[in-house]
């Protein structure tokens, strides 16, 4: 793992932070493993796959090479098999889903990664390859290779495109069947579609003393496909060598295979590739402790980057930001009834409490789409009333013995934990995985912690996750039974800035201390300042009076102070539904920003004031001895949205105001998008033209100071006090 940004002293102390975290798990017995879903993008993306949709034309290509690098550097001896993934409503298909399988116990389940197709362009295999490898592979089986038969496509039913063996393993051997008398001698008509020939066969018209399971070998864009039946793990990994020997005795390479994988084991390690919007999404395998995890992550970047992907993306305005495809967290057991969330029935219900108790957890590190309609709300971002109902569902959970009714565990929590639609995968604490009755992969016992975003270093993505990891274990340790705190108004108006952000990781790493494992808080910095960068500062000084009889050449004490200022965060939210093509669909307001002012010490707040487009900030004390305050404020037009009334704000007028004469002694212009007023031709080719289109957006401002300034007095409501927000003064603020 490169330990960049840590230095190797501190990266010393965080692999002991991490030995102590695993430590504390194994003296109170709890067994958690731990995974995750970073998403990767091209360097240069580009491209609606690259951006909101699932599928397109090159992602498939770098799932393949990233698998293949995997094999390459990290997984010798593992296979890739192409499955079907996740399938949505309106989707005709299911996604594709490329599965990097090895054997625990370390023996070679595939020993040629180079036989496996690397890209999407068009291959030279011929229907006669297929035939020649179904014959073989029958003859290796020792099963009847004349059960094999041609399949053809219903615009050509007469052009053989590959061949079906029906194939099945029964105890100690394999068998096979003779559908001719029922299919008849073939070609056989495949159902319309762009599915691999495994899932198109006619298997309807077969008798019920038929086998009903086959393997296929078909050529598409010249590639040869062998589709793999349903199997369970001992003869799924028997197959795979015999498919391999066959391969290579017939001198067939790039070939893809594709099918069933056999159901969940640990014996058989999987790392999934996705296609999911915008991303390619990688979902690591299951590690037991943070110190897997963070080799699994590091050879993880490593492959990415040496087949040119990366864990961010530039926007337009040179901002450095997150792929967009979340990284999620996700703990469980070695297997689905040893979840540790089973064996200790207090460690949900503590991990809801804490978690709600601490909103830095859902604000640190997730991505720029957050809130009430984001894809991983709070618990008291859905509903109203979730709270009330949770802390009669936590007591509930508590009371439960071990081993539990598992069903009623699980729904104990399921319709609480999920979004405002009612989705359970769409929640910042996901249950969808816990045990679902109703999902094919929902009883695997596991917890997903949705609100985190892919970080551009593994080793901030690996110190993020050990942070959550060390909570975990000290609330094995000791159950939290503190109350919920109701926030209200105070959720978003003073966790979206990022010093009070930064307090409550503070008070966690105080509480992790308290119970044995000292994670410092500055290895959280990284991720912090990555989640709200410096947009540009005043640095000042301030002349302490005079006393009335001082003497005549008495002058008076400097000091020097800064008003820091830093991107805040703010929640889009999810307006009414509108008419879309003949159907109805709901966008969200991305239109409105967020900024922070924090000033070095709260005492020079008695020498001046900041405005902001002509209207007073009320900043609020911080624990440091400073103090910071919000301003939020509308950064584009945008139709439709909420308050369409309120015109744009930007660029700010940021001016620091002098108290005793009322005058601007500092002032700066701050631009949300281009300070010349145009669009950007292009992303950012690079980091360097990012960080100058950064640079430029803050803009010193000459041209008001020493202007004198009228202060007008405005309120702050209560859902306001840390934040100015210029919505509310729209005539005032233009």
Not at 221 to 226: A, D, E, K, R, S
Not at 451 to 466: G, I
Not at 519 to 536: M, N, S, T, V
Not at 647 to 663: K, S
């Amino acid at each position: 793992m490169n330990a960049a940004p840590y230095s190797d002293a501190v990266w010393k102390k965080i692999l002991e932070c991490g030995a102590a975290t695993e430590a504390s798990l194994s003296r109170t017995g709890v067994l958690l493993t731990m995974g995750g879903e970073p998403t990767f993008v091209p360097v240069a993306p580009s491209g609606a796959e690259w951006q909101t949709a699932a599928l397109g034309p090159t992602k498939l290509a770098y799932a393949r090479k990233l698998a293949r690098e995997l094999i390459r550097t990290a997984f010798p001896g593992a296979a890739i098999l192409e499955t079907s993934g996740k399938h949505y409503p309106g989707e005709p298909l299911p996604r594709w889903a490329l599965l990097i399988q090895r054997l625990a116990d370390g023996r070679p389940l595939w020993r040629d990664p180079a036989l496996f197709r690397g890209d999407t362009a068009p291959g030279t295999h011929t229907a006669a390859d297929a035939k020649k490898f179904v014959v073989a592979l029958a003859k290796a089986l020792s099963v009847d290779s004349t059960h094999c038969l041609p399949l053809a496509e219903n615009a050509a039913p007469t052009t053989a495109t590959g061949y079906v063996l029906p194939l099945d393993h029964a105890g100690a051997k394999w068998v096979t069947d003779n559908w001719t008398p029922a299919l008849g001698a073939g070609p056989l008509p495949l159902f319309p579609g762009e599915s691999p020939a495994g899932l198109r066969l006619p298997l309807a018209k077969l008798g019920e003393t038929n086998l009903h399971r086959a393997l296929t070998a078909e050529v598409r864009t010249g590639t040869l496909t062998i589709f793999i039946p349903p199997l369970l793990l001992a003869p799924y990994c028997a197959l795979l060598p015999k498919i391999e020997e066959t391969l290579a005795a017939l001198k067939l390479r790039d070939v893809v295979l594709a099918g069933y994988a056999p159901p969940h084991d640990a014996a058989l390690p999987t790392i999934g590739l996705a296609s999911d919007p915008g991303v390619l999404e990688i979902n690591v395998s299951p590690c037991a402790t943070w110190a897997d995890y963070d080799t699994q992550l590091g050879q993880l970047y490593a492959a990415a980057k040496a087949v040119g992907l990366v864990a961010r993306k530039l926007q337009f305005n040179g901002r450095e930001v997150g792929t967009g495809g979340g990284a999620h967290l996700v703990f469980g057991g070695p297997a689905g009834l040893l979840s540790p969330f089973f064996a200790f029935p207090a460690l949900l219900p503590s991990i809801i409490r804490y978690w709600q108790r601490h909103p830095a957890l859902s604000y640190a590190f997730t991505g720029a789409y957050m809130g009430p309609s984001s894809q991983a709300p709070r618990i008291d971002e859905s509903t109203f009333e979730a709270l009330y109902e949770l802390e009669i569902a936590c007591a509930g959970a508590e009371s439960l013995g071990t081993p539990q009714n598992l069903p009623l565990f699980d729904l104990l929590f399921r319709d609480l934990l999920m979004d405002r639609s009612g989705n359970t995968h769409r929640a910042e604490i996901s249950v969808d995985k816990l045990w679902n009755p109703y999902a094919p992969n929902g009883r695997l016992g596991l917890v997903e912690f949705r609100a985190f975003e892919t970080h551009p270093a593994p080793a901030v993505q690996s110190v993020t996750a050990l942070f959550v990891r060390a909570i975990l274990a000290r609330l094995c340790a000791a159950p939290c039974k503190e109350p919920f705190i109701r926030w209200a108004g105070e959720l978003h108006d003073r966790f979206f800035l990022p010093a009070f952000v930064w307090e409550d990781l503070a008070a966690i790493c105080d509480d992790l201390k308290r119970h044995g494992i000292a994670f410092d808080p500055a290895w959280l910095r990284a991720p912090w300042e990555f989640r709200f960068p410096k947009l540009g500062g005043f640095a000042l000084t301030f002349k302490t009076p005079l006393p009335e009889k001082a003497p005549k050449d008495a002058k008076p004490e400097e000091e020097s102070f800064s008003i820091e200022f830093r991107q805040a965060l703010e929640a889009w939210p999810l307006l009414g539904e509108s008419p879309n093509a003949g159907t109805v669909a709901r966008t969200v307001d991305s239109s409105i920003d967020r900024i922070e002012a924090r000033i070095s010490d709260k005492k020079f707040l008695e020498g001046g004031l900041l405005l902001v487009n002509g209207l007073p900030c009320e900043f609020r004390p911080t624990t440091d001895g400073g103090a910071a305050c919000g301003i939020r404020y509308r950064a584009f037009y945008l139709t439709p949205a909420l308050q369409p009334h309120v015109p744009v704000h930007a660029p700010l007028l940021i001016e620091w105001v002098d108290r005793a004469t009322l005058t601007v002694i500092a002032a700066a212009r701050w631009h949300v998008w281009n300070p010349r007023f145009q669009a950007y031709d292009a992303a950012p080719a690079d980091d360097t033209v990012a960080a100058a289109r950064r640079a430029e957006r803050w803009e010193p401002w000459t041209w008001t100071l020493g202007q004198p300034r009228f202060v007008p007095k405005i309120d702050f409501p209560p859902e306001g006090k840390h934040t100015l927000d210029l919505r509310r003064y729209y005539a005032q603020a233009r």
